[in-house]
C-alpha cells in the first residue's frame, strides 16, 4: 500500500492535465450518505422521491421529502479533507478539473473552481416549464418554491431518474476525459451510467487510473491501475503530503 501511495504521487506530480472524478463516497466524511448499501438514503427514504413522473404528480408531497434530504441534511454538510486536498491541487497547478456526480456542493465550498456537476446540483432551482433558475436560498424554501415567472413548482436542479445529462457538463466531462493523461477516481461505485464512462474514456485514450475506496468497485479490475484501498480523507492526506515534499 505504501508503495502504491508513492507510485500514485509521482504519477500525480508527473502528469499533465490529471483529473478527478468524484461520487457519493466522497462526501461520506462529510456526513453525507450514500443513495445505497445498508446506511444508504433509500434505506430511509423512497427513491420515488427523484422519480420525475411521481414529482409532476405529487409536488407537494414530493417536496416534503427533497427538503429534508437535500436542504435540511445535505446543507449541514461541510467539505472534509479530501475536498479541500483536491481543491489545493487545482491551486498547484495539478488538476484541470473535477468531475463530479455529487450534487452537494462540496468541491464548490471546499475551493474548486473547475468543477463539472455531470447530475447538476442543489443549490439552484429550475422551472420545468419555462427553465426559469433561481438560487435555493432558506426563504425560498420555507413553502413549495414556485417559478415567479410562470408559477410552476420548481424543481432542484439536479437529474431526477430518467432525466438527461447536463449539456455543458457533459461536454467538459467528455473533453476533459479525452484530453487526461490521469484521473483519481474517489468514492464512486462505477454503477451509475454513463458517468461511469467517463474513466473508461480516459482509459481508451492511455490515460493512468488512481482509484480511491475503503471497498472494490466496478472499476476496479476493469480500468484501475493503482487501487488505494482507504478512506477518502486519510488517502487524500497522505498523497498531499507527498505531494508537497516533491515539488
Ligand atoms: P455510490 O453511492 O454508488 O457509491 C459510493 C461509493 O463510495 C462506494 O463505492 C463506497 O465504497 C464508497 N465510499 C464509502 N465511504 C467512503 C469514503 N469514506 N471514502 C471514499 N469512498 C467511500 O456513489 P456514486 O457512484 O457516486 O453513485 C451514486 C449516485 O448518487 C450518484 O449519481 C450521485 O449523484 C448520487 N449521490 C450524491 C450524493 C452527494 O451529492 N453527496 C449523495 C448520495 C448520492
Redesign the pocket.
Known amino acids: 500500500m505504501e508503495n502504491n501511495i508513492q507510485i500514485a504521487i509521482d504519477l500525480i506530480v508527473n502528469s499533465n492535465n490529471a483529473i478527478a472524478f468524484t461520487?457519493?463516497?466522497?462526501?461520506?466524511?462529510s456526513g453525507?450518505?450514500?443513495?445505497?448499501g445498508e446506511t444508504?438514503?433509500w434505506s430511509k427514504y423512497d427513491p420515488n422521491v427523484l422519480d420525475l413522473n411521481n414529482f409532476h404528480l405529487n409536488p407537494i408531497e414530493a417536496w416534503k421529502v427533497i427538503k429534508e434530504i437535500f436542504y435540511d441534511f445535505f446543507g449541514e454538510a461541510k467539505p472534509n479533507a479530501a475536498h479541500f486536498a483536491l481543491a489545493e491541487m487545482e491551486r498547484q497547478g495539478l488538476l484541470k478539473a473535477v468531475i463530479t456526480?455529487?450534487?452537494?456542493n462540496l468541491h464548490y465550498e471546499a475551493g474548486s473552481n473547475e468543477v463539472y456537476e455531470f447530475?447538476g446540483n442543489s443549490r439552484m432551482l429550475v422551472c420545468p416549464y419555462c427553465s426559469n433558475k433561481i438560487k435555493a436560498s432558506e426563504a425560498v424554501l420555507t413553502d413549495i418554491p414556485l417559478c415567479d415567472k410562470c408559477h410552476a413548482v420548481l424543481k432542484p436542479d439536479f437529474i431526477f431518474f430518467g432525466e438527461g445529462i447536463p449539456e455543458l457538463a457533459y461536454r467538459n466531462s467528455v473533453e476533459a476525459a479525452q484530453k487526461t493523461d490521469l484521473v483519481i477516481i474517489?468514492?464512486?461505485?462505477?454503477?451509475?451510467t454513463p458517468?461511469s464512462s467517463i474513466p473508461q474514456i480516459a482509459k481508451q485514450k492511455g490515460a493512468k487510473i488512481i482509484e480511491?475506496?475503503?471497498?472494490k468497485?466496478l472499476f476496479t479490475d476493469s480500468v484501475t491501475d493503482i487501487f488505494l484501498q482507504g478512506?477518502?480523507?486519510e488517502i487524500m492526506s497522505q498523497l498531499l503530503i507527498g505531494i508537497k515534499q516533491k515539488i
Open positions: 461520487g457519493a463516497g466522497i462526501s461520506v466524511e453525507i450518505p450514500p443513495f445505497r444508504g438514503l456526480q455529487n450534487i452537494d447530475h474517489i468514492g464512486s461505485t462505477g454503477e451509475v458517468a480511491i475506496n475503503p471497498e468497485t478512506k477518502a480523507t
